[in-house]
């Protein structure tokens, strides 16, 4: 054998020894896709591979996001110790240093401005403990009022409208497994093609059964083009659009009548509602054509079994709330939640959006779905 050969296979072994696998997850969108990061030392460079690993909610599939999110970690300009400003230069120190400084700097503030001088912004990409020991922080730490995360910008209107709807505040009402049974599917303001790729199959799946698909969204989208129906709504519009919607299937009596008279409460003020309305003027107000609204409002109403899933492009407005509740009017008075294959969805972009307002951090929602405006809760 010569050197050369000799060389190969040694190393080849040494790469074999120095093979570890770490399991963790893709930690972007609320998919959170498994996966096991293969680490092999090839001589002295480390070399990273990550496979997806089967789980129930993706059954093994990553996106590129996910396959490449290693590098961010792993990447050799991350910061990764303290740096304090001195001289107008950032400059590393010490951990007990920063955090000294942290102390120093709080207990000055609060000493001059009170307590309610700090606030404390959050985060969706945090896990539970961090967002319950984040809201324990400061509420009980630095006894400040002050406390939200960047949800408020996200699904917090989403949240808001399903605590006013249903009294509950869930991200999914069903079970992804749920979706490829779904006789229709409503998908508002969410481009989940490229913002929740490994979601696609389930999707895919429901098209393959016979669902028709409708999506509401300004553009052209990977999403867009696998619906049967966009409504190209002008961008800020969706309450507008799901007041119409709503007033169709009224007016066209394709209601649920027992659905509505057993399970909801306020029906006869949403018809005043919309009564008050007129569908030329939405149509305008939405660059929506009333046809397009009429089929899209008269599937959903008529199928046995459909599904409305939101997202941002409805829910990042000023009246977030009010289009998500609009569309859970539509979910209610046609029947198609609490029961298989029907429901609703809020679909989150970061990895921990639901974990991250039922730990604590929410502005206005204390830990375990418990208000800051109960004594009870807050005692
Ligand atoms: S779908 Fe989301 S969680 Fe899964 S790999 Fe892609 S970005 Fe990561």
Redo the contacts with the bound molecule.
């Keep these: 054998m010569t050197e050369r050969l000799l060389r190969y296979f040694r190393e080849k072994q040494q790469d074999i020894q120095s093979e570890k696998t770490y399991d963790t997850q893709?930690p972007?969108?609320?998919?959170?896709?498994k996966m096991q990061l293969v680490e092999q030392t090839i001589v002295t460079r480390k070399k990273y591979t990550a496979i997806g690993i089967d789980n129930p909610t993706?059954q093994g599939?990553?996106?590129m996001?996910?396959?490449n999110?290693h590098q961010h970690a792993l990447n050799s300009s991350r910061i990764t110790r303290p740096l304090l400003k001195k001289n107008g230069e950032f400059m590393p120190v010490s951990w007990e240093e920063a955090l000294n400084h942290i102390k120093d700097q709080v207990t000055m503030i609060q000493t001059e401005h009170g307590h309610n001088a700090m606030a404390v912004y959050g985060s969706a990409s945090i896990t539970n403990e961090e967002a319950y020991l984040l809201g324990k922080f400061a509420r009980v730490g630095l006894q400040t009022k002050y406390i939200d995360y960047n949800g408020r910008l996200c699904m917090s209107a989403a949240a808001t409208a399903a605590n006013q709807t249903f009294g509950a505040d869930r991200g999914l009402t069903n079970p992804l497994s749920d979706i490829p049974h779904t006789r229709v599917i409503i998908l508002a303001g969410t481009n989940i093609a490229e913002c929740?790729?490994?979601?696609m199959p389930y999707f895919e799946k429901a098209i393959e059964n016979g669902a028709y698909i409708i999506a509401i969204d300004p553009r052209e989208t990977a999403t867009t083009k696998i619906a049967d129906l966009h409504l190209k709504i002008k961008p800020g519009t969706d309450a507008a659009l799901a007041n119409g919607l709503v007033k169709i299937i009224i007016d066209e009596q394709l209601i649920n009548e027992d659905f509505i008279r057993s399970r909801t409460s306020g029906f006869e003020e949403l018809k005043q509602h919309t009564d008050a309305l007129s569908l030329n003027d939405i149509a305008e107000q939405t660059s929506v054509p009333l046809a397009h609204m009429r089929k899209a409002a008269v599937k959903f109403a008529k199928e046995t079994s459909g599904m409305l899933f939101t997202a941002r492009g409805i829910e990042q407005q000023t009246d977030g709330t009010a289009a998500v509740k609009g569309f859970l009017n539509m979910v209610l008075i046609t029947g198609k939640i609490g029961k298989p294959y029907s429901g609703y969805g809020a679909i989150t972009g970061q990895?921990n959006g639901q974990g991250a307002r039922e730990h604590g951090q929410k502005a206005d929602q204390l830990p375990g779905y418990r208000s800051i405006e109960n004594e009870e809760h807050r005692a």
């Excluded at 972007?28 to 896709?33: A, E, K, N």
């Excluded at 929740?196 to 979601?199: N, R, S």
């Design positions: 893709c972007f969108c609320s998919m959170q896709c993706t599939r990553l996106c996001k996910g396959m999110a929740q790729p490994t979601i990895g």
